[in-house]
């Protein structure tokens, strides 16, 4: 989605970029969309049927945890079976780091410092680099080093960017340069003042997100200000919504923040009202339904859905599609910002799923004409 208004432009932190498998992250990248499976990873079937369901939703990037070698056999078998690059959670082993590499794994998450002695940490290195796999530096305010804790007393924003950098040296001194850092909390202000520091003091790419942010409900309100605060600054080359809650509702909030921030757009965003007294449907439901109907959309394409005459012409301005409410049963359809036509309360789902369809394929066939053109 391109903002056209000075009030609207965000202008990113200038990155390194490096791949994820066939994903760019940092740079001018488009910032990318991640989840994490909750499945045991040994268990190929759920893993894989999960990974599916979070690329449906839209999802870019998936970590998976490998905590044992029955792990990192299943991770062969779950790579050839999904289309997204895999990111495989690493803690404390090291072989278990030289495995996924080996499987397939797209990036390592890890951390130098818990790999174990310099050695280790080289062979994981070198494994990396000849399986051209990436890595991530995850710092989390829950498991920082004891000597920083000695040192800070507590986490703290000092405390988690010290741990960062310490971890890219190590990197950085085998010349390994193919990583991304993240340095979550659970305190939104913790987490938010960290990536800021850290945004100053470096240009590797950055994966954001608020760690163990709660249930979906909390999680997103949580992640919502952390994220949003973030990106609107223009930090961020990655992120993950961290929730109590299915993957795919991961994928589903951390698309709603990009979009709402004009950073990325894709499938139908509806712009809706609350609902009052003098709604002419019920909105509420007719959103509901509308949001299931068009989940399948990818086309970006904004859609209005009000419930009377008070913001319907305004909003119906603003948006490919709209909907306003009007009295005896029949409600105005806008296209393009203009009034069009009317239509039937009992028609109205079904024709504005299908204008909305209708309105993807046309976008599709021009997307498709202009890559044929460019090629």
Same mark, same amino acid.
């Given at each position: 989605?391109?903002?056209?208004?000075?009030?609207?432009?965000?202008?990113?932190?200038?990155?390194?970029?490096?791949?994820?498998?066939?994903?760019?992250?940092?740079?001018?990248?488009?910032? &990318?969309?991640?989840?994490?499976?909750?499945?045991?990873?040994?268990?190929?079937?759920? $893993?894989?049927?999960?990974?599916?369901?979070?690329?449906?939703? #839209?999802?870019?990037?998936?970590?998976?945890?490998?905590?044992?070698?029955? &792990?990192?056999?299943?991770?062969?078998?779950?790579?050839?079976?999904?289309?997204?690059?895999?990111?495989?959670?690493?803690?404390?082993?090291?072989?278990?780091? *030289?495995?996924?590499?080996?499987?397939?794994?797209?990036?390592?998450?890890?951390?130098?410092?818990?790999?174990?002695?310099?050695?280790?940490?080289?062979?994981?290195?070198?494994?990396?680099?000849?399986?051209?796999? &990436?890595?991530?530096?995850?710092?989390?305010?829950?498991?920082?080093?004891?000597?920083?804790?000695?040192?800070?007393?507590?986490?703290?924003?000092?405390?988690?960017?010290?741990?960062?950098?310490?971890?890219?040296?190590?990197?950085?001194?085998?010349?390994?340069?193919?990583?991304?850092?993240?340095?979550?909390?659970?305190?939104?202000?913790?987490?938010?003042?960290?990536?800021?520091?850290?945004?100053?003091?470096?240009?590797?790419?950055?994966?954001?997100?608020? $760690?163990?942010?709660?249930?979906?409900?909390? #999680?997103?309100?949580?992640?919502?200000?952390?994220?949003? &605060?973030?990106?609107?600054?223009?930090?961020?080359?990655?992120?993950?919504?961290?929730?109590?809650?299915?993957?795919?509702?991961?994928?589903?909030?951390?698309?709603?923040?990009?979009?709402?921030? #004009?950073?990325?757009?894709?499938?139908?965003? *509806?712009?809706?009202?609350?609902?009052?007294?003098?709604?002419?449907?019920?909105?509420?439901?007719?959103?509901?339904?509308?949001?299931?109907?068009?989940?399948?959309?990818?086309?970006?394409?904004?859609?209005?859905?009000?419930?009377?005459?008070?913001?319907?012409? #305004?909003?119906?301005?603003?948006?490919?599609?709209?909907?306003?409410?009007?009295?005896?049963?029949?409600?105005?359809?806008?296209?393009?910002?203009?009034?069009?036509?009317?239509?039937?309360?009992?028609?109205?789902?079904?024709?504005?799923?299908?204008?909305?369809?209708?309105?993807?394929?046309?976008?599709?066939?021009?997307?498709?004409?202009?890559?044929?053109?460019?090629?």
């Amino acid at each position: 989605m391109m903002n056209y208004r000075e009030y609207q432009q965000i202008d990113r932190r200038k990155s390194r970029q490096i791949s994820v498998g066939n994903v760019k992250v940092g740079g001018d990248a488009p910032i &990318s969309v991640q989840t994490m499976t909750n499945t045991l990873t040994t268990d190929v079937e759920a $893993t894989v049927a999960q990974i599916l369901r979070a690329e449906k939703a #839209g999802v870019d990037i998936v970590r998976v945890s490998c905590p044992d070698e029955e &792990s990192t056999a299943a991770l062969k078998e779950i790579v050839k079976r999904v289309n997204v690059p895999i990111v495989a959670d690493i803690h404390f082993h090291y072989r278990r780091g *030289i495995e996924a590499a080996e499987a397939g794994a797209a990036c390592l998450r890890i951390n130098p410092g818990n790999i174990g002695s310099p050695e280790r940490v080289k062979e994981v290195i070198k494994a990396a680099r000849d399986h051209r796999c &990436s890595m991530r530096i995850g710092v989390n305010a829950g498991s920082l080093e004891k000597h920083l804790l000695e040192k800070y007393g507590e986490p703290n924003p000092d405390a988690l960017v010290e741990s960062a950098l310490e971890h890219a040296k190590i990197l950085q001194d085998h010349d390994f340069h193919e990583f991304k850092i993240s340095v979550k909390a659970s305190d939104v202000f913790m987490a938010v003042a960290a990536y800021q520091q850290l945004a100053e003091q470096c240009d590797h790419p950055l994966h954001i997100g608020i $760690t163990e942010a709660g249930g979906k409900r909390a #999680g997103t309100v949580k992640s919502s200000i952390g994220l949003g &605060s973030l990106l609107w600054a223009g930090i961020g080359d990655t992120m993950r919504v961290s929730l109590s809650a299915e993957p795919e509702e991961e994928v589903f909030v951390g698309w709603d923040i990009l979009k709402s921030l #004009g950073l990325r757009h894709r499938g139908v965003r *509806i712009i809706s009202c609350p609902s009052c007294a003098r709604q002419g449907f019920n909105v509420i439901k007719t959103v509901e339904t509308l949001e299931e109907r068009l989940a399948h959309i990818e086309a970006p394409i904004t859609l209005s859905i009000i419930g009377c005459v008070v913001n319907g012409p #305004g909003e119906a301005l603003m948006t490919d599609l709209g909907l306003t409410g009007g009295g005896g049963g029949r409600h105005m359809i806008y296209a393009a910002g203009k009034t069009d036509h009317t239509i039937s309360e009992e028609q109205m789902i079904e024709h504005l799923v299908e204008l909305v369809e209708k309105k993807a394929e046309t976008i599709e066939a021009e997307k498709k004409a202009a890559q044929l053109a460019a090629e």
